[in-house]
């Protein structure tokens, strides 16, 4: 996982996940300049990103962990030196719990998530599992995956997941252009609701095994796996859609876009947002 080349498999993403489009944003009249790392956009923090960093650790309460990391006054172009905490815990009841805390001395702008890709079954893809939504709308993104701005409605499109759909199927869809640059899903969702929610089901058909995305995010970026191929722990290949990312998180270049809300953290100010993976049985 160190050496890279992984698909970001389970990693901590920052300073910022998904995409910042030209690599640029503006606090304060000052325009800062990112590392481009995905054509002339930034991607999951730059070069070197959260996920290619060492971080700390320490044993938190019981069955928990907690990963420190120090990112320093413009790493990647990021402004402060922020100073991060990611606490995973598990629960009785099957759950895991991601809690994302940080603080820097400037003003910046974060937005973090896990990459975790998820597969739960036997299979070698999860093209037998189904995938429901709870999102009215997703993120509109030109052929180079930046969003225009605007928020599409889901329905019509192959974007559609307010009802469970077997991800077979769906990769089928055809008839959208965001749908067909991609290669599959990568886009962002916009859930309904606030505070901590459940704003998605994974389910595999054949076990019945499940699991309940819960965030107090806006947003959920769903990646289909479709770019995977590498070989991960133990000598274990994985190829296109081995596992399905959910990853919680603000809404891409929402630093450019002040209609998505806002990633900016102030200087003092705690950021702190939570997310629940739970899994179970149907």
Request: hydrophobic share 35%.
């Amino acid at each position: 996982y160190a050496a890279g080349g992984v698909g970001c498999m389970g990693a901590t993403i920052g300073r910022y996940g998904n995409r910042i489009g030209g690599a640029v944003f503006t606090i304060g009249g000052t325009i800062y300049h990112l590392g481009a790392n995905e054509g002339r956009n930034m991607l999951h923090g730059g070069h070197e990103g959260f996920d290619k960093r060492q971080w700390a650790y320490a044993l938190g309460e019981e069955n928990a962990v907690v990963m420190r990391y120090v990112s320093p006054h413009m790493e990647e172009g990021f402004p402060g030196e922020l100073k991060v905490s990611v606490t995973f815990s598990l629960d009785d009841d099957n759950a895991l719990r991601i809690d994302y805390l940080a603080v820097s001395d400037r003003d910046t702008q974060v937005n973090l998530t896990n990459h975790a890709y998820f597969n739960l079954s036997d299979a070698d893809d999860v093209l037998g599992h189904t995938l429901q939504i709870h999102a009215e709308q997703v993120i509109e993104v030109g052929a180079d995956l930046i969003p225009t701005g605007h928020m599409m409605d889901v329905a019509g499109t192959p974007y559609d997941l307010r009802e469970p759909v077997l991800l077979g199927e769906a990769l089928l869809r055809r008839g959208n252009p965001m749908f067909a640059s991609a290669g599959g899903f990568d886009i962002g969702y916009v859930p309904g609701g606030s505070g901590l929610r459940q704003i998605a089901v994974l389910q595999d058909t054949v076990s019945g095994r499940l699991m309940r995305v819960l965030t107090d995010q806006p947003g959920v970026q769903c990646y289909s796996g479709q770019g995977l191929s590498t070989t991960g722990r133990e000598g274990k290949f994985y190829g296109r859609f081995s596992g399905i990312a959910l990853e919680t998180q603000h809404h891409p270049d929402t630093a450019n876009n002040p209609q998505f809300g806002s990633t900016l953290l102030k200087a003092g100010e705690r950021y702190h947002t939570t997310t629940v993976y739970a899994f179970g049985q149907a």
